[in-house]
């Protein structure tokens, strides 16, 4: 091997490795379980082992396997290669694969069923239509080919029958990110069939509001980084990283905005994977222009506007947390008398109803935001608003905590909230 492709292995071995990482600190996956493989210029499969501890996985643990079949590395490839290598040769636009038994799909997956990505528009966006592959046993040629069959129809995530899912990209943080906003709606589902019965959009739903998203910013003529905000763009990942690790953000879901000077903003970039997001991504947005050459995020006029009528908001975060669009999908109102803590950070929980005119969404949201701070969009997303991002960020903590323990308590008992007495007495000490 050349200089150039030695670079090249040991960056897809460190890409590979990473993405497992991201997956097991998830606890999208166990030790042994789970599968990343990335299908190079040369033809050469790079995948992980079989055998190694997912929680110590290292990127000389890498094994790759020529077109030949030549096997190169100091483990045995995974057993599942055989259907990484049928969705390979069926699908040459697909470059690279996760599989793994999260939790939330594998209790589709043994129950025989497909979660719904309608249930939440941009789960619909990154995944598309999701098969379904009927068992096989692991490492067989037949569930190669049960699972190739799927992928063939077009599909580019499926569900593996008592097994998991398998995700397909263009490359690995394409499929990461199907992988991810599957396993979150597939949560989210559960937690609305736990609530109530849950709705999800038609796809005309669907197209509309894609479209509605559509606008291009005029970009002002500089290009190149503002430094002058430096330190806040520094603020806003600091919470998307912390967003992503505590599960409340993920790849395709999470946009923070922070109000600079006047209605002036910075928001994050659509397009970019959050786990990936660097600083100099983020986007200033000035005198209503962005800044040249960078995408703000699909909902930079909906943050515009409120900036524009709330000059006490300082920072706005759109996330899709699993337990709070549980909610959204089921229609559920949210009662924040749970407990003082959430009464003192929180006013009343909107639900938004989906709406595919977006400027008729903006406008009910900017006027909601006098009486709310958390704000849940239905089948679409959650908003918070605060002062500063880490007061945004903190209802949102304490929002998807709220519907974490109220899903939970379904099973329990019958939910029996802070009286109003009490309530006007909390909001009185701190109001
Ligand atoms: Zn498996």
Same mark, same amino acid.
């Given at each position: 091997?050349?200089?150039?492709?030695?670079?090249?292995?040991?960056?897809?071995?460190?890409?590979?490795?990473?993405?497992?990482?991201?997956?097991?600190?998830?606890? &999208?996956?166990?030790?042994?379980?789970?599968?990343?493989?990335?299908?190079?210029?040369?033809?050469?499969?790079?995948?992980?082992?079989?055998?190694?501890?997912?929680?110590?996985? *290292?990127?000389?643990?890498?094994?790759?396997?020529?077109?030949?079949?030549?096997?190169?590395?100091?483990? &045995?490839?995974?057993?599942?290669?055989?259907?990484?290598?049928?969705?390979?040769?069926?699908?040459?636009?697909?470059?690279?694969?996760?599989?793994?038994?999260?939790?939330?799909?594998?209790?589709?997956?043994?129950?025989?069923?497909?979660?719904?990505?309608?249930?939440?528009?941009?789960?619909?966006?990154?995944?598309?239509?999701?098969?379904?592959?009927?068992?096989?046993?692991?490492?067989?040629?037949?569930?190669?080919?049960?699972?190739?069959?799927?992928?063939?129809?077009?599909?580019?995530?499926?569900?593996?029958?008592?097994?998991?899912?398998?995700?397909?990209?263009?490359?690995?943080?394409?499929?990461? *990110?199907?992988?991810?906003?599957?396993?979150?709606?597939?949560?989210?589902?559960?937690?609305?069939?736990?609530?109530?019965?849950?709705?999800?959009?038609? *796809?005309?739903?669907?197209?509309?509001?894609?479209?509605?998203?559509?606008?291009?910013?005029?970009?002002?003529?500089?290009?190149?980084?503002?430094?002058?905000?430096?330190?806040?763009?520094?603020?806003?990942?600091?919470?998307?990283?912390?967003?992503?690790? *505590?599960?409340?953000?993920?790849?395709?879901?999470?946009?923070?905005? &922070?109000?600079?000077?006047?209605?002036?903003?910075?928001?994050?970039?659509?397009?970019?994977?959050?786990?990936?997001?660097?600083?100099?991504?983020?986007?200033?947005?000035?005198?209503?222009?962005?800044?040249?050459?960078?995408?703000?995020?699909?909902?930079?006029?909906?943050?515009?506007?409120?900036?524009?009528?709330?000059?006490?908001?300082?920072?706005?975060?759109?996330?899709?947390?699993?337990?709070? &669009?549980?909610?959204?999908?089921?229609?559920?109102?949210?009662?924040?008398?749970?407990?003082?803590?959430?009464?003192?950070?929180?006013?009343?929980?909107?639900?938004?109803?989906?709406?595919?005119?977006?400027?008729?969404?903006?406008?009910?949201?900017?006027?909601?935001?006098?009486?709310?701070?958390?704000?849940?969009?239905?089948?679409?997303?959650?908003?918070?608003?605060?002062?500063?991002?880490?007061?945004?960020?903190?209802?949102?903590?304490?929002?998807?905590?709220?519907?974490?323990?109220?899903?939970?308590?379904?099973?329990?008992?019958?939910?029996?909230?802070?009286?109003?007495?009490?309530?006007?007495?909390?909001?009185?000490?701190?109001?």
């Amino acid at each position: 091997m050349n200089n150039a492709s030695n670079t090249s292995a040991k960056a897809l071995a460190n890409l590979i490795t990473e993405i497992m990482n991201r997956i097991y600190s998830r606890r &999208m996956t166990t030790t042994s379980g789970g599968n990343i493989s990335i299908k190079d210029t040369s033809g050469n499969t790079w995948i992980t082992p079989a055998g190694v501890d997912k929680g110590e996985l *290292q990127p000389s643990d890498i094994v790759c396997i020529q077109p030949d079949g030549t096997v190169t590395g100091s483990h &045995m490839p995974s057993s599942e290669y055989p259907f990484h290598k049928a969705i390979y040769d069926c699908r040459p636009d697909i470059k690279a694969i996760v599989h793994a038994h999260p939790p939330a799909l594998v209790s589709w997956s043994i129950t025989d069923k497909i979660p719904d990505p309608l249930a939440i528009f941009t789960t619909q966006r990154v995944c598309g239509s999701v098969g379904f592959a009927p068992y096989a046993m692991p490492g067989s040629q037949e569930l190669g080919e049960k699972v190739a069959r799927e992928f063939s129809k077009g599909h580019n995530i499926i569900m593996m029958e008592n097994h998991g899912a398998v995700a397909g990209g263009a490359d690995i943080a394409e499929a990461y *990110q199907r992988f991810e906003s599957l396993e979150n709606c597939a949560d989210a589902l559960i937690g609305a069939n736990i609530l109530g019965k849950p709705t999800c959009l038609s *796809q005309g739903e669907f197209s509309a509001f894609y479209n509605a998203l559509k606008f291009a910013y005029p970009q002002t003529e500089q290009s190149g980084i503002d430094n002058s905000d430096e330190n806040r763009r520094i603020e806003i990942l600091k919470f998307v990283q912390r967003g992503c690790r *505590q599960g409340l953000m993920a790849s395709a879901a999470g946009t923070v905005s &922070m109000r600079c000077d006047k209605n002036d903003f910075l928001i994050t970039p659509a397009n970019i994977s959050r786990w990936a997001l660097q600083a100099g991504d983020i986007v200033k947005i000035s005198g209503g222009k962005c800044e040249a050459g960078k995408t703000p995020g699909r909902s930079a006029r909906l943050h515009q506007a409120i900036y524009e009528n709330h000059p006490d908001i300082h920072s706005i975060i759109l996330a899709q947390p699993p337990n709070l &669009m549980a909610f959204g999908i089921s229609g559920t109102p949210f009662d924040v008398h749970t407990i003082p803590e959430s009464l003192m950070f929180l006013k009343e929980v909107v639900l938004v109803p989906f709406m595919t005119d977006f400027g008729k969404l903006t406008e009910f949201i900017v006027n909601q935001c006098s009486v709310s701070n958390a704000m849940i969009l239905m089948n679409n997303t959650v908003l918070t608003t605060g002062n500063s991002v880490l007061q945004a960020y903190d209802r949102l903590e304490i929002a998807e905590f709220g519907a974490r323990s109220l899903i939970m308590s379904k099973a329990i008992g019958k939910f029996k909230p802070i009286n109003s007495q009490q309530a006007d007495e909390i909001r009185g000490m701190f109001p």
